[in-house]
């Protein structure tokens, strides 16, 4: 799996983005095998350019994935509700989070233009 | 100033986020006082609607700052040119990095409904 800890290598604008940004709890069971079956199956839907993703040393989170469309985005929705549908994961692994979906009209990059 | 190591409090949608993915290099100097003057700058500007912002071990770091209209991001790039126009800043502070200017559509809150 490509790495998640890196600026993703995204096309020229149009295209679109989900920010997901967390507060966790001091919970980790199970966690992580949850955060990396939603990348893999990022990865495995038509129309996913890329992921970023961060956590600071206090438990914030913020996790950028990237789509061509919200066609994709909804793809992926849908492959991995059974992943993190089960609220009672989401009470034990969050203390709060915010999914926003937004779409990505222009970007500048230091090395690359876009 | 509001922490900007939180999960921001914004309006229902639509409004406007810049997404700020940068890899840091190990030159520490003058950063710290750019980057707050940066967030301090936001806060002045009209309809500018809070900042999230985690930076991992390895020093990748993602800030998200979010505004009611792409008019207020423009204000906020023409107050602060000042503060990061300097191209060797930018050469010492980060190895790269991508600014992405995006439409937030929809939000869906953990305890707030947006």
Redesign the interface.
């Known amino acids: 799996m490509t790495s998640t800890?890196?600026?993703?290598k995204?096309p020229v604008?149009p295209y679109y983005?989900v920010?997901f940004?967390?507060?966790r709890t001091d919970v980790d069971q199970g966690y992580d095998q949850m955060a990396q079956r939603m990348i893999a199956l990022a990865f495995q839907v038509p129309e996913f350019l890329g992921v970023?993703s961060?956590?600071?040393?206090?438990r914030?989170?913020?996790t950028?994935s990237y789509w061509q469309s919200e066609d994709a985005i909804r793809r992926w929705k849908t492959h991995s509700a059974h992943t993190i549908g089960q609220e009672a994961g989401?009470n034990m692994w969050?203390s709060?989070?915010?999914?926003?979906?937004?779409?990505?009209?222009?970007?500048?990059?230091?090395?690359?233009d876009?």
């Open positions: 800890a890196t600026i993703a995204t604008a983005a920010i940004t967390s507060q970023e961060v956590r600071s040393a206090d914030l989170w913020i950028v989401r969050y709060d989070y915010v999914l926003r979906v937004a779409k990505i009209e222009r970007a500048y990059g230091m090395i690359t876009y």
